[in-house]
T-cell receptor, first 118, second 112 residues
Framework: GAVVSQHPSRVICKSGTSVKIECRSL??????MFWYRQFPKQSLMLMAT?????????EQGVEKDKFLINHASLTLSTLTVTSAHPEDSSFYIC??????????????FGDGTRLSIL | SQQGEEDPQALSIQEGENATMNCSYK?????LQWYRQNSGRGLVHLIL?????REKHSGRLRVTLDTSKKSSSLLITASRAADTASYFC????????????FGKGTTLSVSS
């Protein structure tokens, strides 16, 4: 089956550090990837939609200069949390669709990255 | 913004019992999906039901969809301790295949 790999699984770093999270589709090409954020005991909230070869689309309230997204290839999207602060501590999860513009396809999720900013 | 609400928020049952979770949503949808999340992990896709379907089965899972009431239910039969997890419904409202919108989830605990 389709597999999405997310790395790293856990990051602990000091305030002010920038952190890069990678999301890879291992056995399929993903023209669209999604980045979600999840606080403890809460649901997933969409942060942005990452499209290969074009700028990401950010949800309202998500700072694009704070959360930099790059989708340079059909199998890789990266999320960089710039100058991270304790309030950025959260669980970040990516997902990918196999085909652009196709509905009725499940999304495949990475295992998430637990980000802790001290 | 979140689309739906699941209820109950938390459910505790014994092994062998059935577990039913409900999900309501607000807008028209293309399909509705159920996902499972073990603590601290990513999501695993369980089942997808299209807007023109009313019921779907997959193993011990049974999903229903009532578009007139904008609601869905997930039934897990003969539950096992390994079913302990959080369950989320997610709606796909666009034909263009955009991001999913998740409900708040139900936390299921199955004790042996």
């Amino acid at each position: 089956g389709a597999v999405v790999s997310q790395h790293p699984s856990r990051v602990i770093c000091k305030s002010g550090t920038s952190v890069k999270i990678e999301c890879r589709s291992l056995d399929f090409q993903a023209t669209t990837m999604f980045w979600y954020r999840q606080f403890p005991k809460q649901s997933l909230m969409l942060m942005a939609t990452s499209n290969e070869g074009s700028k990401a689309t950010y949800e309202q309230g998500v700072e694009k200069d704070k959360f930099l997204i790059n989708h340079a290839s059909l199998t890789l999207s990266t999320l960089t949390v710039t100058s991270a602060h304790p309030e950025d501590s959260s669980f970040y999860i990516c997902s990918a669709r196999k085909l652009r513009g196709k509905s009725n396809q499940p999304q495949h999720f990475g295992d998430g990255t637990r980000l802790s900013i001290l | 913004s979140q689309q739906g609400e699941e209820d109950p928020q938390a459910l505790s049952i014994q092994e062998g019992e059935n577990a039913t979770m409900n999900c309501s949503y607000k807008t028209s949808i293309n399909n509705l999906q159920w996902y499972r999340q073990n603590s601290g992990r990513g999501l695993v896709h369980l089942i997808l039901i299209r807007s023109n379907e009313r019921e779907k089965h997959s193993g011990r899972l049974r999903v229903t969809l009532d578009t007139s009431k904008k609601s869905s239910s997930l039934l897990i039969t003969a539950s096992r301790a390994a079913d302990t997890a959080s369950y989320f419904c997610a709606t796909d409202w666009s034909q263009a295949g955009t991001a999913l919108i998740f409900g708040k989830g139900t936390t299921l605990s199955v004790s042996s």
